[in-house]
């Protein structure tokens, strides 16, 4: 049990278009989940927490109109990202809390390669 | 400000040695530590936990690790890898919930068969 999943995995674009990742939680209900930039070799940098029924809390430095993160349901958040450029290109991933299980454990998607031509 | 620090970004062994990853981090609070481990073309999935009692926790496949308060450390450890240990392994922590987790930069394993 608590799959997450991602997608599309992989996504080519052209500059100044949209992108949408989506990350769905498959069998269980997340109120939060959280959305990662990963360079290559270095750590998840947390980008923005997504919380069910409002607003995303953003960390410093991640531009919100940038990146839109739309979390209308338990199980589905969105990350849009807007207007996409090549310093854009990244994985992206996601995770999910499992609600009422409180441990802190962390569910993650398989993850979202974007490039941007 | 918190922080998570792996010492170690590639590590390379042969078949039945011994494991040790370091890990210190500096979070303020009481906290939640984890290992996270990522085996090639798969998720991102809990390898262990520690959120209070014996500081000695183990987890999936033969894995350990010693929370070490005076230290701010959580290391990871196994007695002797195998070739499928072969994956990259985060150190995370947490404030009590989940939320804010960091995250280091991770350790790639490969073991030698």
């Known amino acids: 049990g608590a799959v997450v999943s991602q997608h599309p995995s992989r996504v080519i674009c052209k500059s100044g278009t949209s992108v949408k990742i989506e990350c769905r939680s498959l069998?269980?209900?997340?109120?939060?989940m959280f959305w990662y930039r990963q360079f290559p070799k270095q750590s998840l940098m947390l980008m923005a927490t997504?919380?069910?029924?409002?607003?995303?809390?953003?960390e410093q430095g991640v531009e919100k109109d940038k990146f839109l993160i739309n979390h209308a349901s338990l199980t589905l958040s969105t990350l849009t990202v807007t207007s996409a450029h090549p310093e854009d290109s990244s994985f992206y991933i996601c995770s999910a809390l499992r609600d009422r299980a409180n441990t802190g454990e962390l569910f993650f998607g398989e993850g979202s390669r974007l490039t941007v031509l | 400000a918190q922080s998570v620090s792996q010492h170690n970004h590639h590590v390379i062994l042969s078949e039945a040695a011994s494991l040790e990853l370091g890990c210190n981090y500096s979070y303020g609070g009481t906290v939640n530590l984890f290992w996270y481990v990522q085996y090639p073309g798969q998720h991102l999935q809990l390898l262990l936990k520690?959120?209070?009692?014996?500081?000695l926790v183990k987890g999936i496949k033969g894995f350990e690790a010693e929370f070490i308060k005076s230290k701010f450390s959580f290391n990871l450890r196994k007695p002797s890898v195998q070739w499928s240990d072969t994956a990259e392994y985060f150190c995370?922590?947490?404030?009590?919930?989940?939320?804010?987790?960091?995250f280091g930069a991770g350790t790639r394993l490969f073991v030698k068969a």
């Open positions: 995370a922590v947490s404030n009590t919930g989940g939320f804010k987790t960091i």
């Open positions: 069998d269980f209900q997340a109120t939060t």
């Open positions: 520690y959120f209070s009692g014996d500081p």
């Open positions: 997504s919380n069910e029924g409002s607003k995303a809390t953003y």
